[in-house]
């Protein structure tokens, strides 16, 4: 109990007398004592595993070395097992088939025939060949009696029929030219024609045979007809028996032919006699003959 002033009274004093005779009576030796030899063990433990060594590097990469090669070793294995146990119970029952020749056949013709033994047609392209139809087969991939097992696609190259070139304009080339013009279009020069003419000059290109525009299979002949010149120019003597030579003679001199009478022979008159003859061929510096009555005959 306490007073009134808040300090403990004489039998509170007696009761804490007493508890604190019963807490020394407690002898604290009765709790377990720890040895020192115990906590000296514990120590060495802990000390021994901080000095055990660590695994050096090179232990570490050989480590994963040998883990790398336990895997790809396995993987092989299972490509191994999967090709040989697996994939042939997958594809157990299809039999193989031989790849018919499809030569000489249309495209459709020969996806009809593939599409009896399983087999797709595809289209790998087009060339021209003057030896097989247009629209026909001209090769094919596997060749024809390959085996094959499963749906094989078969490509195939489609014919575009004979290649044919259109014949160049020439007129005016020179020969070189022309045959650059001519080879450019898939064809080739056969032959040279050397002849006068007044169109173009010396050298340069008249006419082609076939000529320009004419169409020709591929690597088919054109000839060439060179100009060597004018050259002579010819006329065709007309028949001048029966008109009056005066009139005559002045139009053939204004043409620039030379005219000519026998001697003694009369100026005037109609004309009897002519050399060179109707109808023969002339040039300009040949001389014409002309003979008259001396006389208009009516």
Do not use: C, W
């Given at each position: 109990?306490?007073?009134?002033?808040?300090?403990?009274?004489?039998?509170?004093?007696?009761?804490?007398?007493?508890?604190?005779?019963?807490?020394?009576?407690?002898?604290?030796?009765?709790?377990?004592?720890?040895?020192?030899?115990?906590?000296?063990?514990?120590?060495?433990?802990?000390?021994?595993?901080?000095?055990?060594?660590?695994?050096?590097?090179?232990?570490?990469?050989?480590?994963?070395?040998?883990?790398?090669?336990?895997?790809?070793?396995?993987?092989?294995?299972?490509?191994?097992?999967?090709?040989?146990?697996?994939?042939?119970?997958?594809?157990?029952?299809?039999?193989?088939?031989?790849?018919?020749?499809?030569?000489?056949?249309?495209?459709?013709?020969?996806?009809?025939?593939?599409?009896?033994?399983?087999?797709?047609?595809?289209?790998?392209?087009?060339?021209?060949?003057?030896?097989?139809?247009?629209?026909?087969?001209?090769?094919?991939?596997?060749?024809?009696?390959?085996?094959?097992?499963?749906?094989?696609?078969?490509?195939?190259?489609?014919?575009?029929?004979?290649?044919?070139?259109?014949?160049?304009?020439?007129?005016g080339e020179s020969v070189r030219g022309a045959r650059l013009l001519v080879e450019r279009a898939g064809l080739r020069v056969a032959g040279i024609t050397r002849a006068p003419s007044s169109e173009v000059g010396e050298g340069l290109v008249v006419a082609s045979d076939p000529p320009a525009e004419g169409v020709l299979p591929r690597d088919?002949?054109?000839?060439?007809?060179?100009?060597?010149?004018?050259?002579?120019?010819?006329?065709?003597?007309?028949?001048?028996?029966?008109?009056?030579?005066?009139?005559?003679?002045?139009?053939?001199?204004?043409?620039?032919?030379?005219?000519?009478?026998?001697?003694?022979?009369?100026?005037?008159?109609?004309?009897?006699?002519?050399?060179?003859?109707?109808?023969?061929?002339?040039?300009?510096?040949?001389?014409?003959?002309?003979?008259?009555?001396?006389?208009?005959?009516?």
């Open positions: 109990m306490t007073g009134a002033s808040g300090e403990p009274s004489p039998g509170d004093v007696s009761d804490l007398s007493a508890q604190g005779a019963e807490r020394a009576e407690e002898d604290p030796k009765d709790e377990p004592e720890v040895e020192a030899d115990e906590i000296l063990i514990e120590s060495d433990r802990a000390f021994a595993d901080l000095k055990r060594p660590r695994p050096s590097r090179h232990h570490r990469v050989a480590g994963s070395f040998t883990v790398l090669l336990i895997a790809v070793a396995a993987f092989a294995i299972g490509l191994t097992l999967f090709n040989n146990l697996v994939m042939p119970r997958l594809i157990h029952g299809v039999a193989d088939v031989r790849v018919p020749d499809l030569s000489n056949l249309s495209l459709e013709q020969a996806e009809r025939q593939l599409a009896m033994l399983g087999l797709p047609l595809s289209r790998a392209g087009e060339r021209f060949d003057a030896a097989v139809p247009r629209g026909f087969i001209v090769s094919q991939d596997p060749p024809a009696d390959t085996p094959v097992r499963g749906r094989r696609r078969v490509s195939v190259v489609v014919s575009l029929g004979e290649e044919f070139s259109s014949v160049p304009e020439l007129f088919a002949p054109v000839g060439l007809l060179v100009s060597s010149g004018a050259g002579r120019e010819y006329f065709v003597m007309p028949d001048l028996l029966g008109r009056e030579i005066a009139g005559v003679r002045r139009q053939l001199e204004a043409l620039g032919f030379k005219v000519a009478t026998p001697p003694a022979a009369p100026s005037i008159g109609t004309i009897v006699l002519q050399e060179p003859a109707p109808g023969s061929q002339i040039t300009r510096d040949q001389t014409i003959l002309l003979q008259a009555t001396g006389r208009m005959i009516r």
